[in-house]
């Protein structure tokens, strides 16, 4: 059984930054990819970024250059460094990690940016 857990969202004003944390436990191997999709409401879920376990990464269009994405392999654990927020950035963040071509997702952690 695998479990990934997040943190770290909440309400931040537009330019600011927020670093939002997934810890994933059960059976689950460091050599898995993760990442961070999000979904805004009344809109499709979208992906945002992943990292591989040997540290290769991918954002959207949307988030480059603001966002990064890292991970810890020793605690399998996964980070996104948001900065220069935008109120379009507002969605629950859902971190997921891939077992063997099938998606697993943590139960969300909501990001608003608003003054």
């Known amino acids: 059984q695998v479990q990934l857990v997040e943190s770290g969202g909440g309400l931040v004003q537009p330019g600011g930054s927020l670093r939002l944390l997934c810890a994933a436990s059960?059976?689950?191997?460091?050599?898995?990819?993760m990442g961070w999709f999000r979904q805004a409401p009344g809109k499709q879920r979208e992906f945002v970024a992943r990292?591989?376990?040997?540290?290769?990464?991918n954002y959207a269009d949307s988030v480059k250059d603001r966002f990064t994405i890292s991970r810890d392999n020793a605690k399998n654990t996964v980070n996104l460094q948001m900065n220069s927020l935008k109120p379009e950035d507002t969605a629950v963040y859902y971190c997921y990690v891939v077992i063997n071509f099938s998606y697993y997702w943590g139960q969300g952690t909501q990001v608003t940016v608003s003054s």
């Open positions: 059960g059976s689950i191997s460091n050599t898995y990819p």
């Open positions: 990292v591989t376990s040997g540290g290769s990464t």
